[in-house]
């Protein structure tokens, strides 16, 4: 069974930009959430989607933005780019149903370099 | 809010030592809770949970109780190997939810 899939695993962008960044999730998975991971605040929430829906977003500015597709293929883009947005980008996706299982399965991430 | 915390790394242990990385959280009701572990190069998975008070949860040599009183959840494991080197994560979530709130990771690194 493949796992999830991120692309671009690695990309530079300079001050000003945007990014759009790819998910694909494990077959049959309804749920995709996506995370940011830096040395200092450890894994940071940032939205989950269920059936094209977003269910939850977390803290962050509306620069941040995503959106799943009927394939349940998710994508995140993150517009203006700022030097904090350098991190590394965490797909998860889980296992069908409304209710939380509670295990998340994670792609190997995009990172995100902004100069 | 909720929140997790966990001790700073690095660690550094040699083979066979015993571990404990500690991690205590804040949260409302009863929320169910996780360590994810990072190897080298891969992504994160899960090590091991607990969905209610003083439940343990095991795996690979591993083990955390889910402590109410303490609002604790800290892993252990009684002899560590090389293999064991990687970045541990607690984690929190509500079975109704859908947002895992992490700590900022702990580093293990054993060595031979």
């Known amino acids: 069974k493949a796992g999830v899939t991120q692309t671009p695993r690695y990309l530079i962008k300079t001050r000003g930009q945007q990014v759009t960044l790819s998910c694909s999730p494990i077959?049959?998975?309804?749920?995709v959430s996506w995370y940011q991971q830096t040395p200092g605040q450890g894994l940071q929430f940032l939205f989950e989607?269920?059936?094209?829906?977003?269910?939850n977003k977390g803290n962050f500015p509306g620069r941040f933005s995503g959106r799943q597709f009927s394939n349940s293929r998710s994508e995140m883009n993150v517009s203006t780019l700022e030097l904090g947005d350098s991190a590394l980008y965490l797909c998860?996706?889980?296992?069908?149903?409304?209710?939380?299982?509670?295990?998340?399965?994670f792609g190997e991430g995009s990172r995100l370099t902004v100069l | 809010g909720n929140s997790v915390t966990q001790m700073e790394g690095p660690v550094t242990l040699s083979e066979e030592a015993f571990l404990t990385i500690n991690c205590t959280y804040t949260?409302?009701?009863?929320?169910?809770l996780f360590w994810y572990v990072q190897y080298p190069g891969e992504g994160l998975q899960l090590l091991l949970k607990?969905?209610?008070?003083?439940d343990k949860g095991s795996n690979k040599g591993f083990e955390a109780t889910y402590r109410k009183e303490t609002t604790s959840f800290h892993l252990e494991k009684g002899s560590v190997q090389v293999s064991d080197s990687a970045v541990y994560f607690c984690?929190?979530?509500?079975?109704?939810?859908?947002?895992?709130?992490f700590g900022t990771g702990t580093s293990l690194t054993v060595i031979p």
């Open positions: 998860a996706s889980s296992s069908p149903g409304l209710r939380n299982t509670g295990e998340l399965f």
């Open positions: 077959s049959g998975h309804r749920s």
């Open positions: 989607y269920f059936s094209e829906t977003q269910r």
């Open positions: 949260a409302t009701g009863y929320p169910s």
């Open positions: 607990a969905t209610k008070a003083d």
């Open positions: 984690a929190l979530t509500y079975p109704t939810g859908n947002q895992f709130y």
